[in-house]
Structure formats: structure tokens, C-alpha cells
């Protein structure tokens, strides 16, 4: 039997988990410490205003280097008519900031006075004559910084719930003080749970899993203004994990446990905290992250309070969500911060994504500006891919009772960065290749930002179709005339100006396990029984290369087994190869090397780049022709297996 409370909708389970916190007295600023001004105060929030101790400045100062005087002694004078103040009685020099003689109220800039010796000729101590001749008027108050001019005694300089800037700390010090009230960072401890854990940087055997869960909980709990405490792994013991709940809640504000919050046979988050506390939410309608967990513990903290406890999902994507949903929220509660506000912007979707109806889907975006359009393309769903986080730009939220989107559906995206580096991406969709990999660092080093969705070479034509991307890469090869791309171009870009530029040219071969096991050499060893290929989707080059070799040899897809098994770039065919889910597959030497597999070349063939006329000569793709000169790039992917880089940047053709 499932022991999921209740799988209820997001507003239901914060509103659930509130009013446990209000109970608790919990729902509002933990409380206050005072905490020396320096530059580590920047970022807290204050819990008391600032009034002014002292008047900034707190003496009438001077603004120039010069000489102080009474401005009434000034008046007459003028460029045919100069009046010579003697020094002591009628003017003192001083350097900027010092205090003005109580009897001053104007500086004379030391460069409009002549200094003057006993005999009135010109004096070689400039700063200390025997008199001075000026030859313009000065108004009273003119080069002084009077008191108070920045601030006066007893002003309001800052009101509480303020954010320390670095500019707020030296007018805080400013004004007299040394120390300042502000609210208390709240404490966290982060608990990974499981017996199949390895800490970070120790050697890892198939079914072992490198824990980095908790260090991307406490890098958000420190980013966003707590202060976290990672504890040690604790095996999928009851007790254990019992024991290091009941040490986390002693010391901490709020304990989050990472994994063991679903409802398997070692799943034992939720009775600990049934066992401890009270289990208030077990499983929240939202994709991913569903069975969190959201609990009050009984354990008292210093202070006499009760601890809320968080179960967090074990799946990376689900992980960090879940601390930007209910984590997040709560610490800038107990700062006393406003509520974070992401920017958003309204975009276009690129391809048709699903949802399940009954829950909110957080979908994970990258986003650029194609055109006048502002595009969001989905990248890869799973709860396990971290790597979506890396890449994503934003998330957009599906609401529940939406089963999916349309492509080109409007949506709005919560950005993960700033507007501003979305205008300097360049949208390319397409062909997977570990150059385009290459081309994005080197672009980047150049103020560009290559955002790179891998859909195949025909998904790439179809998107500059829809005017969804800058470029595609793409290596179609046409079985009647043996060229690669141009007809197809024709085909899927009718009436589109499009520029095709070389990148590289490639060997397509064989990836198989080290030795090569199965002897596998040749097409038409794909159709031995023993031997299980993977291949690449629908649309890709790869693909429609096996499809043109196989007919030429005379052999049918029914043939070989595993011919329907489908992955989207060449790594990934490495990788279900390396796995042992297949034997082989068709791909890259670079891929086979960088998973340090055998290759066995087979085919050559050119990748190219298809560009549209109207961008390829804007200010955005400008760097990109730069990179393609460059000696370091052409290098760098000349070391890498398989690659020709003599074709690299030559214009093919012009297609109208």
C-alpha cells in the first residue's frame, strides 16, 4: 500500500505547510543580531533603521586644495584690479577635506591665486607665502562642503528590511556607527540519505552514485542568504537516519533530508519525521519533484521552537526545484527579504511539449531571439538530467489541467539569467556534433552565447523554416547525386535565402566496445543475431547515411536488431554502447574516443553549416566568422579524431 498522504496541488500543500508555521510561530523573521560594519554585512537585511550619530561631514571642509577665506574679503576682486590677502588674517591654506577656520567661509582654488613674497614678487613656496593676489570673486559657501551636506544628525539614513549594499556600508559608517542590527541568516542542515551514496572525488562501481545533491542544496540555501551545514551520508538505515535528523534539528533552523521520500521498501524519510514530528504533505502535484514531503519536527531548537523539516526528492532536477519552490520562499520569509521575483519574459515555443493533466509541470528552457521573435526550446525532461539545469535559461510552468502545449504556443519563462544575455545568443538547431561543442567555448570567449538543440539535420532545415534558429548544422546525404545538403535545402527551405559554409569533414564508423568482442567490422555484420545495434532518430543525417549504405548493400532495417533503438546525439550512441545496452552503433570517432570505445571508420562525409542570408551577416554572427579563422579552434578540433579541417569555413553555395 502506498504511503503517500495525499498527492495534493501545490497552493494546497504551502498553504498547508504555513499554517504549521504559523502555529509554530514561525511564519515570520526568526529574529535579530548585531554583527561589526564591514564588508561582509553586505547582502543581510537590516532589523532596525539607521539614524545618523554624526553629520556627514561633521565639520565645514574643504573641497579643493586652495586657501580658506571670509568670500566678503573676495568682492573686488578682478582680472585688472587683484586683491592681495595676507596669510593668517585673511586667508590659510588647506588641503581638500581639511576643516575651515572658524572665521572662513569660501576656498580659493590654489590655482587661481598668485603666491606672494614679503616684497610683493612672486613667491617660490606656494602653499606657504607671505600673501596671496586673486583676481575673481568668490560666493560665500563657494569649494566648502558645509556640515550636514550629505547627512545631518538624527536622520533616517536607512529604514529596516533594507538589503545591505556595498554602498549602504559607508554611509552607515558614515553617520557614526561600527555595528548594525540585522536579521538572522537561518541555519540548515542538508541530510543525504542512501546506501548507494559515494561522497564527491571517491571511485564509484556500477550501482554506486556520486553524491553532489546536498551540495547543490547548500549552495542555494547559501545563495540565497542562509547559512547550510552539510551532514554526512547516512545509509538507508531508519535509525541512522533517525539519529541525524534528531542532531540537524538541535543546532538549525530547518532540516532538509535528500531522498528516501518516495514510498519504496527504503524509503524512510517520511516515518522518521512521523516518528519525530508530524508529517503534514507527502506528495505534491508538480513534475518533477513529486513526493516531497514537508513536515514540523518536535525536536526543539535553541530558542524553544519546533524545526520544519523538508523531504527532498533524490532526482538532481527534482532536488533543486524543490529548494527553489518551498525553500527559497521560506528564507527570504525569515530574512525578512521580499519575496524573489525572477524576470520574465513571454516566448515562443519551439516544438509541441506534453503534460501530465493533473499536476504543474516545470519545463526547463533555453531561450533566444531570433528575428523579432523571442523563441523558448524545452530541453530534456528527466528528473535525473542535471544537465538541463546547466543549460536551462529558464522555466516555464504548465499548469495543471494542461495536457501539453503546441509548438509556437506562447508561454511565459522565468529567466535563470539576465534579459540582456538572451540578445547575445545565437540560436543553433540541428545536427549533433562535438565541434558545435568547441564552437561554443570559443564563442564565448567573443561575448556569445551558442545555444545548441539537437533535433537532427532535418529538424534543423525545418526550424530555419519557421524562422526558429540563426544556423543549423546539418550533413544530409542525397542517394541520387551523392551531395550533401544542397537538396535538401531546396526541398525544406524553398524561397529562403541561405548561405552553406563547411565546418568539417568527418568519418562516420562503427562505435563498438574495447577489443571488439563481436567482431564487428562491416554493414553487413549488423544483421548477425548475436549483435544488437542503436541508432539514431528519424531526420538525422546518421540515420538517413545507414538508411543509403544499408539499401546499397542490399540489406533491410527487419534485418538488424536494435535498428528501431533511437538516440539524439552521437555521445548518447557512445554511451549505450559503453553501457553495454547495445554492441555498436553508428556515430563519430570523437564520441567513440571520448567514452573509449573501438571505431571502426567506415563512411567520409562533409557537416556543414546552414545560415540564413539575414543573419548571416549581422552584428550577432559576426564572431562566428571569426572563430572559423581562428588557428586555436581550427586546432583544437583538428585533435580530435576523425576531423578534416581544410573545408572549414569555405563557402559551398548561395541557395535562393
Known sequence: M?????????????????AALEEHGLWGVLGAEEIDLNEHACGRVLADAIWAK?????????????????????NDAMPTTPVVLMLGSQAMYVDTGDPLPEWADAVMPIENTEPLDESGNPAADVRHPYAIRIRTALPPWQHVRPMGEDIVATQLVLPSGHILRPVDLGAIAACGHDRVRVNRRPRVAVIPTGTELVPVGQPVKAGDIIEFNSMVLAAQVNEWGG??????????????????????????????????SSAGSEDFTARVIAELGEVLVHGVAVRPGHPVILGVLRARAPGGRAVPVIGVPGYPVSAALTGEIFVQPLLDLWQGKPRSEPPVVRASLTRKI??????????????????????????????????????????????????????????????????????????????????????????????????SVNVGSQGGLIALRRAEAHLAGSHLLD?????????????????????????????????????NPKNIYTLEDLTRPNVVM?????????????????????????????????????????????????????????????????????????????????????????????VLEDQAFR?????????????????????D
Request: net charge negative.
Open 534 to 626: 542503436v541508432n539514431r532518430q528519424r531526420g538525422a543525417g546518421t540515420r538517413i547515411l545507414l538508411d543509403y549504405q544499408l539499401e546499397k548493400n542490399g540489406i533491410s532495417p527487419d534485418q538488424i536488431r536494435g535498428y528501431t533503438q533511437e538516440e539524439y546525439t552521437h555521445l548518447a550512441v557512445a554511451a549505450a554502447v559503453a553501457s553495454g545496452r547495445s554492441d555498436c552503433g553508428l556515430g563519430i570517432a570523437a564520441a567513440a574516443q571520448a567514452l573509449h570505445l573501438d571505431f571502426i571508420p567506415l563512411f567520409s562525409e562533409r557537416y556543414d553549416l546552414v545560415i540564413p542570408e539575414e543573419y548571416a551577416e549581422s552584428k550577432l554572427l559576426e564572431p562566428l566568422w571569426q
Open 54 to 74: 554624526l553629520s556627514s561631514p561633521h565639520y565645514h571642509a574643504s573641497a579643493m586644495d586652495g586657501f580658506a577665506v571670509r568670500a566678503a574679503s573676495t
Open 479 to 515: 542517394p541520387h547525386s551523392g551531395d550533401f545538403n544542397i537538396p535538401y535545402i531546396r526541398q525544406y527551405l524553398p524561397g529562403v535565402a541561405v548561405r552553406l559554409v563547411a565546418l568539417v569533414e568527418r568519418q562516420q564508423g562503427l562505435m563498438v566496445l574495447p577489443g
Open 2 to 18: 502506498s504511503i503517500y498522504l495525499h498527492d495534493i496541488p501545490l497552493p494546497v500543500a504551502q498553504k498547508r505547510f504555513q
Open 227 to 260: 547559512v547550510a551545514e552539510r551532514y554526512p551520508i547516512s545509509p538507508d538505515d531508519f535509525q541512522q537516519i533517525k539519529d541525524a535528523v534528531q542532531h540537524a534539528a538541535a543546532g538549525n533552523d530547518l532540516v532538509l533530508i535528500n531522498a528516501g
Open 354 to 451: 506534453t503534460s501530465p493533466a493533473g499536476d504543474d509541470d516545470y519545463v526547463r528552457v533555453v531561450v533566444g531571439r531570433v528575428g523579432d521573435r523571442l523563441l523558448a526550446a524545452p530541453l530534456s525532461r528527466g528528473a535525473g538530467v542535471i544537465t538541463s539545469l546547466v543549460r536551462a535559461d529558464g522555466i516555464t510552468i504548465l499548469p495543471s489541467g494542461s495536457q501539453g502545449l503546441p509548438a509556437g504556443a506562447e508561454v511565459d519563462v522565468r529567466l535563470y539569467r539576465s534579459p540582456q544575455d538572451l540578445e547575445r545568443t545565437i540560436f543553433a538547431i540541428g545536427s549533433h556534433d562535438l565541434t558545435m561543442d568547441l564552437l561554443a567555448q570559443f564563442l564565448e570567449m567573443r561575448s556569445r552565447r551558442l545555444v
Open 635 to 655: 586546432q583544437a578540433v583538428a585533435a580530435m579524431p576523425g576531423y578534416n579541417i581544410e573545408p572549414m569555413g569555405r563557402l559551398i553555395a548561395r541557395i
